[in-house]
């Protein structure tokens, strides 16, 4: 591992899926934290594009989700100088060790995964046999890296869970390779709620994204689904103010709720404090962004030298599991 990292002690690994524009549920759950703890931190964070191909089957789509993803993370202010930023498809060992935990892998405990129950349930007859592995190759994505901390939102605690629950299996059945890691999960953004009030998500329609053009944002804020309360009458904090306290400080908050309160205010005013608000917080990114969309041969070359660093530890634990299963003869 690169000798700059040395002197900060724990390690953290994260990963987002390119499957659709980053939204501030993925923001303020996950991406920003990643960014945040590069500066203590040994970092290790990652575009997780094998997973993407349980549902994109599109190469343009693809590609260009790939891209969009890596400039939003250097947009954010991911350094490459302070973190391994890398493609997951660019370590085969992933897909490797993939088969290995397989192997030590369950049917019950993949039956349980949420993604997967969740399409059962819908009835869903197509479910492809990645959707219901899925959580094997975030276990592996996890565990090659050996981190301490896994920076994620709630949704993704299960997955987490399954891949302590396989390192332990696995250090029990062949001997110990993998470390247990804990998931950080952020207190006031755990579930990001949605323009409808439910959690934030790609696959429910009712997301804000950080990179929107003007137009679009607006849209999406004026979206925001509101009950009938009139004008004049107090009203209850909403989905708005939920928003609003998201990016607001103290004063602020208590200012929005004392105006809700006393009635008087719409709640398409607040829309617009709100979206002024988001505005505000993300303009230095956009900005920054735009820049970087120039430069994608500097965005390509930041990836294959993340992917020559993670390379390096990946292969190391690979070099292990062979060691421990019997594989490698010498
Ligand atoms: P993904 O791409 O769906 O989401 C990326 C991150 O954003 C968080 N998140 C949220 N947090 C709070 N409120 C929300 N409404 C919200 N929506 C999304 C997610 O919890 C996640 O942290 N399987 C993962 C990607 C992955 C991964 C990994 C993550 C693959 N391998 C290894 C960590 C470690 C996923 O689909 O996340």
């Known amino acids: 591992m690169s000798t700059s990292h040395h002197n900060k002690t724990k390690r953290i690994l994260s990963g987002v899926k390119p499957t659709g524009k980053a939204h501030i549920g993925n923001y303020l759950g996950a991406m920003r934290n990643h ?44 350094d490459p100088k302070k973190a391994v930023f890398f493609r ?52 592996v994505d996890i565990l090659i890296y050996k981190p301490d901390i896994v920076p994620v939102g709630k949704d993704q605690k299960q997955h987490v869970e399954i891949a302590r629950d396989l390192a332990g299996k696995f250090n029990r059945t062949f001997g110990e390779v993998f470390k247990l890691p804990e998931p ?8 990001v709620i949605g323009t409808d009030g439910q959690k934030m998500s790609k696959s429910y329609g009712n997301t804000i994204e950080i990179f929107a053009s003007d137009k679009e944002l607006k849209k999406q804020v004026m979206g925001i689904i509101t009950d009938s309360t009139p004008i004049e009458a107090p009203k ?8 609003y306290s998201y990016f607001a400080n103290e004063q602020e908050k208590a200012d929005l709720l004392e105006k809700y309160q006393a009635g008087g205010m719409g709640y398409g005013d607040a829309k617009k ?11 230095p990114y956009r900005q920054e962004r735009e820049k970087l969309k120039n430069d ?27 060691d421990k299963t019997g594989l490698s003869i010498s």
Not at 273 to 283: A, G, P, S, V
């Open 296 to 322: 994608l041969k500097y965005v390509m070359d930041v990836l294959k030298t993340g992917a020559e660093k993670a390379r390096e530890t990946a292969s190391a634990t690979k070099a292990e599991v062979w």
């Open 88 to 139: 997951q498809s660019d370590i085969p060992e992933h897909t490797e060790l993939t088969w290995i935990l397989n192997c030590l892998t369950p049917m019950p405990m993949l039956e349980n995964a949420h993604a997967y129950k969740d399409a059962a349930a819908k009835g869903n007859k197509e479910i492809n046999a990645g959707t219901f592995t899925y959580p094997v190759l975030m276990a």
């Open 273 to 283: 404090q709100l979206l002024e608000k988001i505005t505000e917080t993300f303009k």
């Open 35 to 78: 960014v945040n703890m590069q500066q203590d931190h040994e970092n290790f964070i990652f575009i997780a594009d094998l997973h993407s191909l349980t549902t994109v089957k599109n190469k343009a789509e693809l590609q260009g989700l790939i891209i969009d993803l890596a400039l939003d993370y250097l947009a954010l202010g991911l």
């Open 236 to 243: 209850a904090p909403d989905t708005i103010y939920q928003l």
């Open 184 to 191: 950080y999960i952020p207190k006031e953004a755990a579930v």
